[in-house]
């Protein structure tokens, strides 16, 4: 039987050469390239009826087991019916060449015009092969590594049958309780920017192979804002911190060429994201020329009826086409109700068809319309999955995401010999909670747990006992994790084995399903009975190494008075045992920095180091109380933004700067001396921040402008340099634009937020 997808393409291609008087060449340049793919999508769109059109904006999560019988009844068989219309443009959830190329061949050689599918899934940190959780990952404030790390897990997706990841969120994040903060980089939108650039990168590469995915930058816009920390709550923001704080990484991967953007679930200025005409249509893809297309989040479209915005589905779905929401995932409304609003007036037809455009486009970018099935090989997804290189590849980015909190009379690094070592904690044991949140196409057990990892160095004598169970019972999405809060049986063996070891490694903290979608805290202290835990093994024997494994920055303050070495380490994914075995023996010397600032209580929740001076910062009348300030904690955090430890020392000198001023164009340049203080060679994450001081808006008492990750020789000094010009002091004015206003500013370089050089410089247009 002909296949229809082959006339299809055949048939644009004749179009295009005939529009062109001449073949094209779709593999030329980028600026004719580009051209010839959009020549194609009119071609198709030419070809399309109405409902043709609205059938490639619906997304359909997988709804029946391909392997098994036909839907026969019910939504499924409607879906099904659906799709051999081509009333389908894209689905997700449905992963393995297998599954794909079923589903694939439906679309292809069964519909009118064989447009083929998309398929979409949470490739978040890792496909089968996991990498730490993103927020640990940018703790290493180092992008090649990143960027390394979506490209394992985007060739694993691509070799399994999938397009597109819903991946990377570069939502600002501020508030520690909110469950995704795992997902994102942390609080800080110069470092967030980057790292969204490294992740758009390692996904997509260079261009489009059988080995890379379409990103897809979430949430658009606000999402972490939600308040109290509480998953899918109101957010209410000003213009100043949308513009100035949450939008740099979304503009960032847009410069970066990004493919896709998702909507998210909040509301912004009162409207829902999904139906706001003015971040998707004026802003995104308006003022920044985004050419690629908008899906929405799970269910937006019909959460406007429950956000109050729409009375019912067809009004939801009016508003979401007209506000540029371009693809609808899993409510249904665009399918059901879109092409009758078009034929009603309600929605133009101008807008389907920029919608369809770029839906296509896509489509043609991934190779889809050449070779349907290119990502379709069984003998690739076998030979792909799990390869050696991509397990050398999370255990570096691992190793580099780990934080030394605190290291008191140098107990890290372990002796390799000669030691007794007690190892207590459930998640030291654990092959699955490494794993962290979102890692849906991964498999339970196949992290490697810190135990494993130990064992690997057999010079000591290591005992494990567990102490207490994190959790009980089932564990997996979506049901909610039954914490261990009262069994406390087995804390006797626990502090039996510390009173005769040397040294104990505790890995306390939350289990991987402690954070992610809906997965918010109002504590954020040691879940469960590990508190109790920890303090009744420090009171036999305080030489302790509290390994922590969370996702989330905590509340720790007893463990911060107390315990002499802290190591945040996340959850590592795959290699963490290994990766964690390695810092506490020195075999890798830690470098990471913290992305988010750690709190003293949930009390000071939001705390950030960017933060505004206020009227009333502080006083120097010890009896006074008028000044914004808690009575009962400091206001400074525990760990700061920025924060990190090494088993090197480093000393900062001699910050230079190479004018007292610049203007317009001109440039300063601003250099200071680090030296290695220490007898190991260590790396350092050098930070340079900038302060405003006086503005047409207020701005922060310091942001981050600048950093350098650099390997420093025992007793080696290096200069640092840093650029400074008019495009690195510009914000959204008062005048509702970017730019740079005349003034004074404060430079500050140090090893954190809490930087220790300054110097002043000033700026005139």
């Known amino acids: 039987m002909k296949n229809k997808f082959i ?3 055949l048939l644009a291609t004749f179009i295009i050469s005939q529009s062109c008087g001449k073949k094209t060449n779709s593999f030329a340049s980028t600026p004719s390239k580009n051209n010839a793919i959009e020549r194609k999508v009119d071609s198709v769109l030419r070809l399309m009826t109405l409902e043709e059109k609205v059938g490639q904006m619906n997304q359909y999560n997988g709804f029946w087991d391909v392997t098994g019988p036909t839907p026969a009844e019910g939504q499924a068989a409607l879906k099904y019916e659906n799709l051999k219309k081509g009333l389908v443009g894209s689905m997700l959830n449905v992963k393995g060449v297998k599954d794909t190329r079923a589903l694939q061949k439906i679309a292809v050689e069964q519909t009118r015009l064989g447009i083929p599918l998309l398929f979409g899934f949470d490739v978040i940190h890792g496909y089968k092969t996991i990498s730490p959780i993103p927020l640990a990952e ?3 404030w180092d992008m090649e590594a990143m960027r390394r790390s979506a490209e394992i897990a985007a060739a694993e997706a691509a070799a399994s049958g999938l397009h597109w990841t819903f991946a990377p969120m570069v939502d600002i994040s501020r508030d520690a309780r909110w469950g995704r903060v795992m997902e994102g980089a942390g609080e800080d939108p110069y470092l967030g920017s980057q790292i969204a650039i490294a992740r758009v990168k390692g996904f997509q590469g260079d261009h489009f192979t059988e080995f890379s995915v379409a990103a897809c930058t979430k949430h658009f816009a606000g ?19 949308l513009h100035n704080i949450i939008l740099p990484p979304f503009k960032a991967t847009v410069e970066a060429g990004v493919k896709t953007f998702m909507n998210s679930f909040n509301e912004l200025e009162g409207i829902p994201a999904t139906g706001n005409a003015y971040l998707q249509r004026e802003l995104l893809k308006k003022e920044w020329n985004f050419d690629g297309f908008v899906v929405s989040d799970w269910g937006s479209l019909a959460e406007m009826i429950p956000h109050g915005y729409a009375k019912d589905l067809k009004q939801a779905t009016e508003f979401a086409a007209n506000a540029g929401s371009d693809m609808d995932m899993e409510s249904y409304g665009y399918v ?11 929605v133009s037809e101008a807008h389907i068809n920029d919608a369809v455009r770029r839906i296509l486009k896509l489509k043609f970018e991934l190779g889809l319309f050449d070779n349907p099935y290119k990502y379709c090989d069984e003998a690739r997804e076998k030979a792909t999955i799990g390869k050696p290189e991509f397990q050398e590849g999370v255990l570096d980015m691992a190793r580099k995401s780990i934080v030394l909190l605190k290291n008191d009379k140098e107990l890290l690094p372990l002796r390799k010999t000669g030691q007794k070592i007690a190892v207590i904690g459930a998640l030291a044991n654990d092959k699955t909670s490494p794993l962290g949140s979102w890692r849906i ?23 494990y006992e567990k102490g207490a ?28 084995l510390a009173k005769k070891s040397d040294v104990v490694v505790m890995v306390l903290g939350e289990h991987g399903l402690h954070s992610g979608e809906g997965r918010s805290r109002s504590e954020l202290d040691l879940p469960g009975v590990q508190q109790e835990l920890l303090e009744a093994v420090y009171a036999v024997n305080p030489n302790i190494v509290l390994v922590l494994n969370n996702g989330r920055p ?13 190591v945040e380490a996340w959850q590592l994914g795959t290699q963490s045992g290994n990766a964690i075995a390695q810092v506490l023996y020195g075999d890798y010397n830690p470098s990471g920095k913290l992305p988010m600032t750690f709190p003293r209580n949930v009390g000071q929740v939001p705390i950030y180091y960017n933060h505004k001076n206020t ?8 009896q006074s109380v008028f000044w914004s300030h808690y009575t009962d904690v400091s206001n400074t955090p525990l760990y700061p933004f920025g924060y990190g430890l090494s088993y090197a020392k480093f000393a900062y000198s001699d910050l230079k700067i190479s004018a007292p001023s610049f203007s317009g164009d001109g440039k300063l340049t601003v250099t200071v001396k680090v030296k290695n203080t220490s007898k190991v060679t260590g790396k350092e994450v050098v930070q340079l921040y900038i302060r405003d001081l006086f503005a047409s808006v207020t701005r922060p008492v310091k942001e981050l402008k600048g950093f350098e990750l650099t390997e420093i020789k025992a007793g080696e000094t290096k200069t640092i340099s840093f650029t400074i010009d008019q495009k690195l002091i510009s914000f959204y004015t008062a005048n509702k634009k970017w730019e740079a206003e005349p003034g004074d500013f404060k430079v500050m370089i140090g090893g954190s937020s809490a930087t220790v050089l300054e110097a002043d410089f000033n700026y005139t247009h």
């Open 469 to 496: 169970d994190v959790v009980t019972g089932p564990t997996l999405f979506p049901k909610e994790l039954n914490i261990n809060t009262t069994d406390k049986s087995g804390f006797d063996k626990a502090v039996a």
């Open 138 to 140: 940018a703790a290493s």
């Open 7 to 9: 006339a299809l393409s």
């Open 554 to 566: 905590l509340a720790l303050p007893w463990a911060d008075a107390h315990i002499p070495a802290i």
């Open 336 to 346: 059901t109700y879109l092409a009758g609003l078009v034929k009603e007036g309600k």
């Open 223 to 241: 999402y972490a804002f939600a308040e109290s920390g509480r998953d899918y709550n109101t957010v209410d923001i000003s213009d100043n911190t």
């Open 441 to 463: 196409g991964a498999d339970d057990n196949t992290a490697i747990s810190v135990l494993e990892g130990l064992a690997k160095y057999p010079g000591n004598t290591i005992t």
């Open 615 to 622: 009227g009333r910062p502080s006083t120097n009348d010890p």
